[in-house]
Structures are given as C-alpha cells and as structure tokens.
C-alpha cells in the first residue's frame, strides 16, 4: 500500500469512527467529569477520598469490563448501521470506556496513597506538561507516519507501533524532567495560563542560592 493510499484511507476512517463512536459526546462527557474533580479538588485530598475511589474502582470494573467484551465481540460481528443490530458496538463502547477509565485512574490514586507507589513520582514531569506532551505526540507521529516525513504508516504493523510509541513517551519523560527545572510550567501550558487568565505570567525560574523560584 503506498503511503498516500495509506493516509487518504486513514483520514475517511477515522471521521467515520469518530462519529460512530460518539467521541463528541463522550470527550465532552469526560471535559465534564474532569471539571467536577478539578472543582472540588478530588486530586488534591487523595486521602479523603479514599472510599469514594474504591466505590468508583469496583463499579468502573463491575459495568466497564463485561461491557468492553460485549462491545468486541458486536465490533467483529459483521453488522453496521442501518442495521439495528449495527447500534450495539456503539452501545457498549459508550458504557465501557467511561466507567473502565475511572476504574483505572481509581486504581492508580489508590496504588499512589500506598508507600509502595511512590515511585509513580516519576511520571509527573510528562503529567505536569500533559498539554504540551500531548500536542508534541501529535506532530511527532505526523512527521513519523505520515508522506511530509519517514513515511512509515503505510510499512510497518501494530507492534512497531506500540514500541514507537513508548520510545516517545520515554523521551517525553526525558525533556519534561529538564524543562522543570527551568521553568514553572511548559511552553503550551504556559501559553495557555496566559489566555486563561488575560495577563502575562512568568514562566522561568530564578535560582537563587540553589534554590528554584519563578
């Protein structure tokens, strides 16, 4: 398959997932979630929180696991839209995928208020510049996959794939440690502090002493 066969392919498969997916109403769904936790602080007071975390850890279980095999096994069946029966991978991706996220990021809360996850402690450079990570992840697999770079979405498989993606993530880890030192926030975090809050916001630290302020 040539790279421009590849890509072109690509593009009208991934409108139709995205619409037959829901995924406008679930990432609004999750921006929602999201800003309910962010208000009341819910990753702040962890240890307050604690059995609100189990409750959410064994009901995202109990609804998304079944739900996530129901909806790959109606996702090989065969039948599509306007097909009723096209409706119930739709059906079970919507009810898996919300309630088995929060049982996973439940779960990681929980694994962190235990002394043994500390350690954890070393994702939170790449979690700290996520906006930035996230656009960067975007314009590295474009230059890796797509025709304007090396081209190779057409040429290689799904193992390549996910071995890319772990390097990048790791590299992310990388840059992320040493642009903390330097500055509060990063670049797109930064950029968007300012929008947020229309005022110009310092970004790089001063060292004083050996001492890191902004």
């Given at each position: 398959?040539?790279?421009?066969?590849?890509?072109?392919?690509?593009?009208?498969?991934?409108?139709?997932?995205?619409?037959?997916?829901?995924?406008?109403?679930?990432?609004?769904?999750?921006?929602?979630?999201g800003?309910?936790?962010?208000?009341n602080r819910?990753?702040?007071r962890?240890?307050?929180?604690?059995?609100l975390?189990?409750?959410?850890?064994?009901?995202?279980?109990?609804?998304?696991?079944?739900a996530?095999?129901?909806?790959?096994?109606?996702?090989?069946?065969?039948?599509?839209?306007?097909?009723?029966?096209?409706?119930?991978?739709?059906?079970?991706?919507?009810?898996?995928?919300?309630?088995?996220?929060?049982?996973?990021?439940?779960?990681?809360?929980?694994?962190?208020?235990?002394p043994?996850?500390?350690?954890?402690?070393?994702?939170?450079?790449?979690?700290?510049?996520?906006?930035?990570?996230?656009?960067?992840?975007?314009?590295?697999?474009?230059?890796?996959?797509?025709?304007?770079?090396?081209?190779?979405?057409?040429?290689?498989?799904?193992?390549?794939?996910?071995?890319?993606?772990?390097?990048?993530?790791?590299?992310?880890?990388?840059?992320?440690?040493?642009w903390?030192k330097?500055?509060?926030?990063?670049?797109?975090?930064?950029?968007?502090?300012?929008?947020?809050?229309?005022?110009?916001?310092?970004n790089?630290?001063?060292?004083?002493s050996?001492?890191s302020?902004t």
């Amino acid at each position: 398959m040539s790279i421009q066969r590849w890509s072109e392919g690509g593009a009208f498969w991934r409108y139709e997932h995205i619409l037959s997916s829901n995924r406008v109403v679930k990432v609004l769904a999750m921006f929602l979630l999201g800003l309910v936790a962010g208000r009341n602080r819910i990753y702040a007071r962890l240890s307050e929180n604690k059995m609100l975390l189990k409750r959410i850890q064994k009901w995202g279980f109990i609804v998304g696991l079944p739900a996530s095999i129901a909806f790959a096994l109606f996702f090989v069946d065969g039948k599509q839209l306007p097909k009723p029966a096209g409706l119930l991978d739709t059906l079970f991706y919507a009810i898996s995928v919300i309630p088995l996220s929060l049982a996973f990021t439940a779960s990681v809360c929980l694994f962190w208020l235990n002394p043994s996850g500390r350690w954890l402690m070393l994702f939170a450079p790449a979690g700290r510049m996520a906006l930035t990570n996230y656009i960067m992840q975007t314009f590295i697999s474009i230059f890796i996959y797509y025709g304007i770079g090396l081209g190779l979405g057409a040429k290689t498989g799904s193992t390549v794939y996910i071995l890319i993606a772990i390097l990048v993530y790791l590299i992310q880890l990388w840059y992320s440690r040493i642009w903390l030192k330097y500055f509060s926030y990063g670049p797109f975090e930064w950029v968007w502090r300012q929008l947020t809050y229309s005022r110009y916001i310092k970004n790089k630290k001063v060292r004083i002493s050996g001492i890191s302020r902004t």
